[in-house]
């Protein structure tokens, strides 16, 4: 659900909107009407929201070209609606929990569990100190059982089983559910658990998400709107990367009230079983789970071909960059903007055509080699 707030010269009204997949518009769930210092409910007349564009039956080769090499997201409806795993989740849960059982080795994966009372948003405890789950080793199969018992409570704790890597723990997926479009090399992770909401968020490499079983509402952001998101921490996270703090089902404008510039770019898009969703590098992204069931596979590979996932993290570099730049006085930071700006973003010509291409070094190309020995002089002087 997405949070849509209006305004007029005598009246401010807000509800939350579904959207309903194949349609270009959303559907109003409830409105609050403030007029004269009074609220009420009321339903709203359609409107139309931004939604993810979408493609369907298109071959390997269209895909690659037309959409996994540009920086926007893409629905990808029906990439996924052959595989044997798919048509166990559009069976019921216990299907594709026995399913998942007979490909299960034993392997423990990381599972977490939270109270009845946060309603399955991921997040902090109320203080920050902590967080508002308890985290757990666990098999694919006891997760799987976790969520078919907990699917018949009233008011059920959330259980989720995030990143799970396939290869250690579901051995035979691959080769029962392969994804022809990306290199052998990208590796798929799994995502099961019951109705869970992990915040908008971003991940360094490029993604694509398959819904496997359940039904996920995915609302995303472009990189820029970062600033009006409030994003926590960024060192002491609660699902590995920084998480923005405001709810989007229920926003509080007054102690977010940029969180309403966001909403006007935000995109949104409801997968079922089959479906995926491609999501560039750096773009926010939050993963609402609507069933009782959910299970997604997701691929991410690095933006640089060839270049293996967790190579040289830029987040590392953002936390060295806090800690070395940020402390520095304005004038200071503005000489360092300015480098920046020359050697990491602006274009290759000035930085190198004047040195002859022996002497580039990092300004040239960076071969594996050289990576490899800078990262090794990085580390000797981290460690220094």
């Known amino acids: 659900m997405l949070w849509v707030e209006r305004r007029s010269s005598t009246f401010a009204w807000a509800g939350i909107w579904s959207v309903t997949p194949g349609s270009s518009t959303a559907l109003p769930m409830f409105a609050t009407v403030r007029a004269g210092g009074h609220e009420r409910s009321m339903a709203r007349d359609e409107l139309n929201i931004c939604r993810i564009p979408e493609i369907a039956d298109c071959d390997n080769d269209t895909i690659r070209r037309d959409v996994l090499s540009g920086v926007k997201p893409v629905v990808l409806r029906g990439l996924i609606g052959h595989w044997p795993a798919t048509r166990y989740g559009r069976i019921s849960p216990q299907a594709i929990i026995g399913y998942l059982h007979r490909l299960d080795n034993g392997t423990l994966v990381n599972a977490i569990l939270m109270p009845p009372e946060v309603r399955g948003r991921v997040g902090y405890n109320a203080s920050m100190s902590g967080f508002n789950f308890v985290r757990n080793r666990v098999t694919v199969t006891s997760v799987g059982e976790q969520i078919l018992r907990y699917s018949t409570f009233a008011h059920a704790p959330a259980v989720a089983a995030p990143a799970a890597r396939i290869d250690e723990c579901l051995p035979g997926f691959v ?210």
Not at 214 to 237: A, K, M, S, V
């Open 175 to 384: 080769d029962e559910n392969p994804l022809t479009l990306l290199e052998p090399s990208v590796r798929p992770r799994l995502w099961l658990g019951s109705s869970v909401i992990t915040p908008a968020h971003v991940d360094e490499t490029h993604n694509i998400a398959c819904v496997v079983s359940g039904r996920r509402r995915f609302t995303l952001f472009p990189p820029e709107q970062i600033g009006n998101l409030y994003i926590g921490p960024i060192d002491f996270t609660p699902t590995g990367a920084p998480i923005a703090l405001p709810s989007l089902t229920e926003p509080d404008f007054v102690h977010f009230p940029r969180l309403r510039a966001a909403l006007q770019h935000a995109q949104v898009a409801e997968l079922e079983p089959g479906d995926a969703l491609y999501i560039p590098a750096l773009w926010w992204h939050q993963v609402e789970s609507l069933s009782s069931c959910n299970l997604l596979v997701n691929y991410w590979w690095h933006p640089i071909a060839g270049e293996a996932v967790g190579t040289s993290p830029v987040f590392d570099c953002l936390l060295h960059c806090m800690l070395t730049l940020r402390r520095m006085p304005p004038e200071v930071r503005a000489g360092w903007r300015a480098a920046f700006e020359h050697y990491v973003f602006g274009p290759d010509a000035p930085l190198r055509d004047h040195i002859p291409p022996e002497r580039r070094g990092v300004l040239g190309e960076i071969t594996p080699e050289l990576a490899q020995r800078i990262r090794a002089q990085l580390l000797g002087r981290v460690k220094s």
